[in-house]
């Protein structure tokens, strides 16, 4: 027959057990943070004030956002709006994921941000083509920018991949889409999207950017705001329970 002392040490060392072991089940100690960015509403980043985004862009943004925020603090997240100058910068989190929609002869695409890289700079607050170096005129930025580790970026591309899939399913003809398939761009690929600014005013574990498709091409879609909303959201969450930050 088993001691009484020895039942009581092996049910003190299981219970040790269970609290050292993680649980899928059980909900992390703090919600993740999740930064979602409606693109180019003001107030906007230094360096970008000229950047206003195409026609209706911003109203397209803002409400995407709030409804992306909504859902995602329906499943658990810390979801914290950011407009186009980042808050909190430099803000921790899990996530950050920039929203926008392109020009009329553009498409639907999805960015991440790289290692060994930094954000573009052009003309004054926003004007003529992106580089990786100032020009003469162009205007200051904040400082100091955050950077890239080789692990967010791999973080940022299972991301971006997740979202690309998720998003393809209804980024559809049936939906109102036109202008062809969701891209995934390639490291060196648009830096405008490959290296936007906010990737650098974040320590987000993950950080990416959706243009969610062509205004006036795609507009049918882009009026689908919920439909958009949640594939852009089952994205984060499927993300963040891959990473141990929300539970299945």
Not at 28 to 40: D, E, F, L
Not at 71 to 76: M, V
Not at 182 to 189: Q, S, T, W
């Amino acid at each position: 027959m088993v001691s009484t002392r020895r039942r009581m040490l092996t049910g003190a060392a299981v219970a040790a057990f269970l609290a050292a072991s993680p649980a899928s089940s059980q909900a992390p100690a703090t919600k993740p943070i999740v930064w979602v960015q409606a693109g180019h509403e003001g107030p906007r980043e230094p360096g970008y004030l000229a950047q206003t985004g195409a026609s209706g862009e911003i109203a397209f943004t803002v409400r995407v956002a709030g409804e992306v925020e909504r859902r995602l603090r329906d499943a658990g997240v810390d979801a914290r709006h950011t407009p186009g100058r980042v808050t909190g910068f430099p803000s921790q989190g899990a996530v950050f994921i920039s929203i926008h929609h392109d020009t009329p002869d553009g498409h639907a695409a999805i960015g991440h941000a790289i290692a060994g890289a930094g954000e573009n700079w052009y003309h004054g607050e926003g004007g003529g083509t992106a580089r990786s170096t100032p020009y003469a005129d162009s205007a200051p930025h904040r400082t100091p920018a955050t950077t890239v580790s080789g692990a967010v970026e791999a973080r940022s591309r299972r991301l971006a991949i997740r979202l690309r899939d998720r998003y393809a399913k209804v980024f559809t003809a049936a939906n109102g889409a036109r202008s062809g398939g969701v891209r995934l761009e390639p490291r060196n690929g648009n830096r405008r999207m490959m290296r936007y600014f906010g990737y650098y005013r974040t320590r987000a574990d993950a950080r990416v950017l959706i243009e969610s498709g062509a205004g006036g091409t795609d507009a049918a879609m882009l009026r689908r705001t919920d439909v958009i909303a949640k594939a852009i959201a089952g994205a984060i969450i499927g993300h963040l329970r891959d990473e141990g930050r929300l539970p299945r």
